[in-house]
C-alpha cells in the first residue's frame, strides 16, 4: 500500500480537478493488554510516605534443660536476645512525565470530517495511559529479569545429555521430561531450613508454589508440545512462566560502544539516542555510545529452543515489590496558540534495586549435548 503524500489524484475528465478523499479512519492505539511476571508485584504506595520497609528476623537457639535455675551457660539474669534482624526498604524515587500537545483547530484542516478529526484526537490522548503501559511493561521486566540473573543464587546445573539412541521427536520429548524432573528435584530440596539460599543467611525454607519459575520465551513450546505428562496431566506440572527472550542478559557496569551491527546491546533505560527512542529492552542504534549501567548485553539474539542451553530464574512471588507514588493527569491551555498541553505525571520505585533479602532469589542453568 503507497503512503498518502499529500496529493489528491487527478480527475479523468477535468485536469483542473482532484477527485475527493472518501473517508478517513483512525487506528487505535494498536497495544493491547500487558502482562508479564511483574503485574504481581504491585504492593500499596502512597501520596504521604516514599519508604517501605522489609524486616527479616532469624531463628532462636535452644538448650539442655535439666531442672535447675542454671541450665547450660545461662540463668534467670542472663540476656538472651533474639539475633540482630536486618531490614530491607523500598523508596518510590523515580518520577516520569508523558507530555502532548492537541487543538480543536488547527489540526482539523487536514481531516476530511469532525468525526475523523475527533477519533484522531482521542486516539493521541488515548496514548497517555498507554504509554505509561509500554514503559512500565518493559522497565519492570527487564530490571526484574536482568537483576534477577546478575543476583541470583546458582540453584543447580539441570544436564539434558541425552542417551546416544534418542534423537529427533524423542530427543526434545526427552529433554522436556528430564528439565522438569530435575527442576522438580531441585526445588523439593528447598523444603528442608537451609540458610543457603537467601541474602540474609537466616533459617529459611520455601515451597514449589513460593516461586515464579521463569525462562525466556521459546523454551516452553518444545515443552507443551512434546511433553507427554503435560498433555495428560497439567494439574501436576509445574508452572513455569515465560518472558520475552530479550529481557535475559547481563547489566553493562561500564560505558561503551555498540558495534556497528549491533544484535546484543539493549537498553535497561526509556530513552533518546540522536533521534532514535527507546524504550526498555530495544537494541541501541549502531555505532552508539552508552553509559554505564544504562544497558544490558542480551543472552539471546534469537528465540532460544531446548535445543540449546538456557538459564531460567526462580522468583519468589512476593519479591522484587513495585510501589507506586501516585499518577495524575493535567493539562493547560495555551489561550494564544489555541493549542493545549495534556500531562501525564507518575512515580515507582527503583525495582531493579527492590530485591528482598527474605526471599530465596535463584536460577538454574542447563546444558546440551
Sequence with gaps: ??????????????????????SMQVFGTGISDLTGVYGSRKV??????????YVSTDVLASYEFDGT????????????????????????????????TVDDYFTKQAFAGEGAFSDFNGVVLSWLTKTKDVYEHTKFTA?????????????????????????????????????FRQLEDAIAELEEPSRSYNDNGFLRNYKLEDFDIVVPRGILSSVRKQDIPFLFNPDQKIDVKEVHWKYFGTKNAASGTTAASNTTIRSLIETDYSTTHVFPGDLLPNSTAYAAGTTYTAS???????SAAFTGVLIHKQDFPIMSAFSVGTSFFNARRLDQNNYLTFGHNDVAASHIGEYALLKVTTTVS
Design 1 to 22: 500500500m503507497a503512503a498518502f503524500t499529500g496529493t489528491l489524484n487527478t480527475n479523468k475528465v477535468f485536469a483542473a480537478l482532484y477527485n475527493q478523499i472518501i
Design 44 to 53: 500499596d504506595g502512597t501520596l504521604y510516605g516514599d519508604t517501605k520497609l
Design 69 to 100: 535455675d542454671t541450665p547450660g551457660s545461662y540463668n534467670l539474669l542472663t540476656i538472651k536476645r533474639p539475633p540482630a534482624p536486618k531490614i530491607n526498604k523500598v523508596v518510590i524515587d523515580t518520577y516520569r512525565q508523558i507530555p502532548v
Design 143 to 179: 530490571d526484574i529479569i536482568t537483576a534477577a540473573l546478575g543476583g541470583a543464587t546458582a540453584l543447580q546445573t539441570i544436564a539434558l545429555a541425552a542417551p546416544a539412541d534418542v534423537a529427533g521427536y524423542d530427543l526434545i520429548r526427552w529433554r522436556a521430561q528430564e528439565f
Design 300 to 306: 539471546y539474539t534469537a528465540r532460544p529452543s531446548m
